[in-house]
């Protein structure tokens, strides 16, 4: 079992930055095994793709609403995963979680079913 805990929400004007962690505990030991995710629900929405970062992070992938705003990144001697996110927009308010899969390639995944273990979330909000 994996927990995963996010931090580093919060109240952010429109332009502004944020930088999302995300700390795994438990079965830690293959952290660098595990693909990681980052997801979003805002109010009224459904759970929504953010980023994802393959297991030795050399391969990331983004939804198109953050291309070139957000980065994803990932340090595996601290079992921690990060979401810089900059130029922020009132439709970047959400619920972001982080999410951990099982994984045997390299490949991130844009798909929620793929990841096994998911934090509780931290709230963002972009005021304008």
């Known amino acids: 079992q994996v927990q995963m805990v996010e931090s580093g929400g919060g109240l952010v004007q429109v332009g502004g930055s944020l930088r999302l962690s995300c700390a795994a505990s438990?079965?830690?030991?293959?952290?660098?095994?595990?693909?990681m995710g980052w997801f979003r629900q805002a109010p009224g929405k459904e759970r929504e793709f953010v980023s994802a970062?393959?297991?030795?992070?050399?391969?990331?992938n983004y939804a198109d609403s953050v291309k070139g705003r957000f980065t994803i990144s990932r340090d595996n001697a601290k079992n921690t995963v990060f979401l810089q996110m900059n130029s922020l927009k009132p439709e970047d308010t959400a619920v972001y979680y982080c999410?951990?899969?099982?994984?045997?390639?390299?490949?991130?995944?844009?798909?929620?079913?793929?990841?096994?273990?998911w934090g509780q979330g931290t709230q963002v909000t972009v005021s304008s």
């Open positions: 438990g079965r830690t030991q293959t952290f660098s095994r595990y693909r």
């Open positions: 999410a951990a899969g099982q994984a045997s390639t390299e490949a991130p995944a844009t798909v929620a079913e793929l990841y096994d273990y």
């Open positions: 970062i393959s297991r030795s992070g050399g391969r990331t």
